[in-house]
C-alpha cells in the first residue's frame, strides 16, 4: 500500500530528486525501472499474458505451482506456490525463493511469517524463523528484485516500486541509500549482475 501518493504531474520532478542522491551504477539501474509509462498496472488482456510468464518463471525455477489463491492457505506452503494471484505477486514469491537459504525454502512463507495474502495467518506466523531487521531487510531484497524481475520481462514494475514506497521520501538521501544499500546486498548475493543490475536465474549465495 503506497504511503504517500506520487500525483502523475509529479512523477517526473520526484524521480529526479531521487536519481541526484545516487551514485552509478546505482543510478543506471534506477533509470531502468522509473519509467513513468509503466507507473500503473497492465489491462486485463495484458495482465493474463504477465500472469502466464511468471508462472513460467516459477517453474524455471522449480516451483511448483497450486490452483487457487493464497488466501485458501498460504502464497508459498514449502513446495509449491499458489498461482490465482497477480503476476507481480508471483515474481515476488520468486524473489523470495531465490533469496531463502536452503532450509527456508521449504517452509511455510519461507519462514518469514504470514505475508498480506496469506489465508491461513496463524499457521503462517507459527512457521516464522526469521524475524526483525534480518526479516526487513530480507523483505526489502525480495521487493527489489520482484521489481527488477518484472522490468526483465517487459512488465510495469514501476508500479510496484511506487507501491512498495521505494519513493517514500525521496527529496532526503537516506531514500536513495536504502534503494543502494539493497541493490549492493543483491549483488553480493549473486541474484543481478553486477554491471547492470538484471536479476539472474540463479539462487542466492550464503553471506
Request: with cysteine.
Amino acid at each position: 500500500m503506497i504511503l504517500t501518493a506520487i500525483a502523475p504531474d509529479r512523477l517526473p520532478a520526484v524521480i529526479g530528486q531521487f536519481a541526484a542522491f545516487l551514485d552509478e551504477p546505482s543510478r543506471a539501474v534506477f533509470g531502468h525501472i522509473a519509467d513513468p509509462n509503466q507507473a500503473r498496472r497492465a489491462g486485463a488482456a495484458t495482465a493474463i499474458r504477465h500472469h502466464a510468464r511468471a508462472c513460467a518463471l516459477a517453474s524455471e525455477f522449480g516451483m511448483a505451482l497450486l490452483p487457487g489463491s493464497p488466501a485458501l492457505d498460504f502464497a508459498w506452503n514449502g513446495r509449491a506456490l499458489r498461482r490465482a494471484t497477480e503476476a507481480y505477486v508471483l515474481l515476488h514469491e520468486v524473489a523470495h525463493f531465490q533469496i531463502a537459504s536452503p532450509e527456508r525454502r521449504l517452509i511455510v512463507d519461507f519462514g518469514l511469517g504470514a505475508g498480506p495474502e496469506t489465508g491461513d495467518r496463524s499457521a503462517g506466523d507459527h512457521a516464522a524463523i526469521l524475524f526483525g531487521t534480518a526479516r526487513e531487510t530480507e523483505e526489502a531484497m525480495a521487493s527489489l528484485l520482484g521489481v527488477l524481475w518484472e522490468v526483465e520481462l517487459g512488465q510495469p514494475g514501476f508500479a510496484s516500486f511506487l507501491d512498495q514506497n521505494w519513493l517514500e521520501g525521496a527529496e532526503r538521501p537516506g531514500a536513495a541509500a536504502h534503494f543502494s544499500a539493497i541493490l549492493a546486498a543483491l549483488r553480493r548475493r549473486g541474484v543481478i549482475d553486477e554491471r547492470h543490475g538484471r536479476p539472474q536465474k540463479r539462487l542466492a549465495i550464503a553471506t
